[in-house]
């Protein structure tokens, strides 16, 4: 771009540019003291590594006179800086953010003067805002190539063949012909996008850090020209990064780069893996199985230290490596015997046999709260793999969880295993969207090795399907699996909310959102949730001009939690129905046979959020039933109590249709102003940019670049 002199309509122009991030922040809480920063202020300490680190930024900021005097180079540099602060702030506590003091105060003015600058005399017309979307069937078909892309992308790393954790896909979202909405439908699917990756390469995840508070990040460059009236946004950059565990990286501060001489010594180390597998090649499936459990249960035991709430040392208990890696005083928890059984299975020949790891919640054995484990389909029927509860000592050694059928329960409730001490497992929500029925639920007759299994033509998701993990054979031991805070489950705080996607061996998905449903423990039939694309206006609401629309129906929902001080930003809301199987088949419940008692619903947390957040919640009836009329709205914990779990938001209504959740970092009431917490790529923060976009370039009536990142724990 030509070099030019700026005045003031320009400086306003790469302001908007280069500091865009920084005017949708959620600013800090800080004291609002509007005085004169001043440069020689003295900068506190705290014994606080973050807030130090926040402190240590500050310093090195000008005052705001001289920030309006600086140049556009100078300009872009401090609306960085401002941005990377800002970031920092927005993961300090209350109290953390208390620790600030008086410093805060030079840095909220500057603050406040890059955002005053990009909201002041916004002027632009309605039809240049709207953003041009891209075909259904193109943004299913942009994010199955990036998943594909960024799984090859992470073998390579997991191969030592690659350093770099830092993926540029540019050429993909140029491949639609609408970079702009391809960068969108992107960020959109960004937590999608990490589920499906962290279910479909497991064993080549060891080296990913998934506890870190950045540990997934997609950030896009826009370039955007304005010529009159038409305005032609390019792409310049689209990437996904994902942090390096500590025990891999080349550096302590350098979280996205890789030191080969580790990932070797990981390799090395998982060669062991492949003499278990050759050792025992000439046995039958079962044989194999049990080997590998043995073996797995003599090379380590359990990590009680690092399961302990609080647990901050190295991430080595939670990947699959630290079982092969020779060294008798390596532990793992429970993460590291499933991945290792898992690995073992993914490296083996099988008559009939299949792997798959799960994720949920357990109680008794070694603990209750998030546990993994395994289940294995041989034949038709399916069966428990619990290795860290055969381990010795615990409540299923050595064989009471190994090929295990259920007591009591059910696939999409909680399974009961009496023979090794009432057991409990639960699968997580996003478990049973993607794996199903054909998957998660147990066989009822005990598993006989002599007898040969009957083949199952079922579809089941295949381990040597396209896109899925199957590790390679001998020289190649590129595998492990992605590391988790101690206590939680495989799909840690980046549920979006809604998984989905119940694979199958040829490559094709149906696209089936189902939640677990809780009934009265006296009714015996099983039931389920499924989540729904859009809401549906039913009869009884057809006449009702405040209710016989979608979009009346979900702003009606969305005014029930916004009343409550909840920001429009912080709700999500879904259409659900209930389910019930009867006959071999699924079938929706009535208003007639609605459980009078109620149904405990359990919504996975939002993208972003996790336990730590409080949460309301609403459900607009759109029937007549259980002695609500239709279009009634109880909220909670109004209507009745509202729990948190590693499974999601809990609460009970009396019939099901739209479901809105809330969220806030604070305490919420009926008359508090809206709380805002971090932005998760909602349309309303598109739109935002846009404008800004659209403006910044029609002040500078030539080329700028805007890069937007989005965050993901």
Known sequence: MKKRICGFRQKLGIILAAGMIVSNMNFAVLPVSATEGDPTQEITTSADPAVQAVLDAMSSLPSLDAVKELSLEELTTIGNQVTDISEKIRFLSPEQKELLGDTANTFEEIENYFKSMAESDIQVAEENTALKELSEEDKANLVKAVTDRLAAKIKEVAAGTLQSTQFDVLDIVRTYGNDEAACYELNAKGNELLQSLNLSCQNNLFWFDKSHDKAFDFSFQLQTTTIGTEKTVSAISAVFSFVVSPEYRVSADNLYTLDNTKINSANTALNKAQEIVNANAGKSDYEKLLAYKNEICALTSYDHEAAEPGYSGSKAPWTMVSVFDGNPDTKVVCEGYAKAFQYLCDLSTFKSAKCYTVSGNMAGGTGAGGHMWNIVSIGSSNYLVDVTNCDDGAVGSPDKLFMAIPSSGAWNGTYTFSAASNINYTYDPDQIGYYGESILKLATTPYDPTKEPVEDDTDKPDTDKPGTDKPDKPNKPSKPSKPSKPGSSSSGSSSSGSSSSNQSGNNTSTQTTTWAAETNSSDQNTYRLE??????????????????????????????????????????????????????????????????????????????????????????????????????????????????????????????????????????????????????????TILLYMVLMIFAAAVMGTVYVKQIRIRRK
């Open 531 to 684: 989540v729904r694309s859009a809401i549906e206006v039913s009869a009884e609401l057809a006449g009702n001009d405040t209710l016989n629309t979608p979009e009346k129906i979900e702003s009606q929902i969305r005014n029930s939690l916004t009343a409550k001080g909840i920001s429009n930003d912080n709700i999500r809301v879904y259409d659900v129905a209930l389910q019930v199987y009867v006959n071999g088949a699924w079938q929706n419940v009535s208003a007639e046979n609605f459980p009078a008692e109620g149904v405990t619903v359990t919504v996975p947390y939002p993208a972003g959020t996790d336990s730590t957040y409080n949460f309301v919640a609403s459900h607009l009836f759109t029937k007549s039933m259980n002695g609500y009329s239709a279009g009634h709205i109880e909220t909670f914990p109004e209507s009745g109590t509202i729990k948190t779990s590693p499974a999601g938001i809990s609460f009970t209504v009396h019939g099901l249709s739209p479901i809105s959740v809330g969220w806030s970092k604070t305490a919420v009431n009926s008359n508090a102003s809206a709380n805002v917490s971090p932005k998760t790529g909602d349309h309303t």
